[in-house]
């Protein structure tokens, strides 16, 4: 799960190049736009946090999946600043949602070795900051649009929250699940 968390928020994070060649925003601009971008991930840290200490798996696939939307969206609402401010906003503010329940997921998985999994967890976070990199990459290297990079994101964290589904829908059955 962290692998394509990862990787659907940095395909998207990543190539913020599309704000200046698509949506029009001027570099200073740019600064204003990461702010947003900044309040959203603490909106959605704060939420995310709630959420996560309330039950992990509805967490987690609420996050996935308005991550998945918003990402889609943006590659239609990149073309205009307001909605594309919105837009960023808000998938922000799910993004962020995601972390906490990631972190609570493995440790609660891995209760004999929590310091372990902890840190293969951040493994896997920077695993996904490669993947999407190299797959963004190869998308406009194969000569497609910026705006097909959201879509990459989309794919991604549909990966993602098909992985959370599995492993939870795994977990119902079993008496040590993540208040599942």
């Known amino acids: 799960m962290t692998v394509f968390f990862a990787a659907a928020m940095f395909a998207l994070f990543s190539y913020i190049a ?6 029009g925003i ?3 601009g740019v600064s204003w736009t990461l702010f947003l971008i900044g309040a959203g991930l603490t909106v959605g840290n704060i939420l995310g946090g709630k ?3 309330w039950k992990v798996s509805f967490s987690l696939i609420l996050s996935f999946s308005p991550i998945a939307i918003f990402s889609l969206l943006f590659s239609w609402t990149s073309h205009a600043l307001l909605l594309a401010e919105v837009t960023l906003f808000l998938w922000a503010m799910a993004t962020f949602a995601t972390l906490l ?8 998985h ?5 310091n372990l999994v902890s840190t293969l967890n951040i493994s896997a976070f920077n695993v996904g900051n490669a993947l999407d990199a190299w797959v963004g990459g190869a998308v406009i290297s194969r000569g497609y649009a910026l705006t097909a990079v959201p879509v990459v994101a989309t794919a991604l964290a549909s990966i993602g929250l098909a992985i959370c589904l599995i492993t939870f829908r795994k977990s119902r059955g079993n008496a040590s699940a993540v208040r599942a």
Do not use: F
């Open 18 to 23: 599309l704000l200046l060649q698509v949506t």
């Open 26 to 28: 001027s570099a200073r």
């Open 51 to 53: 959420l996560a200490d």
């Open 101 to 108: 329940g990631l972190q609570i997921n493995v440790v609660h």
């Open 110 to 114: 891995g209760k004999e070795a929590s």
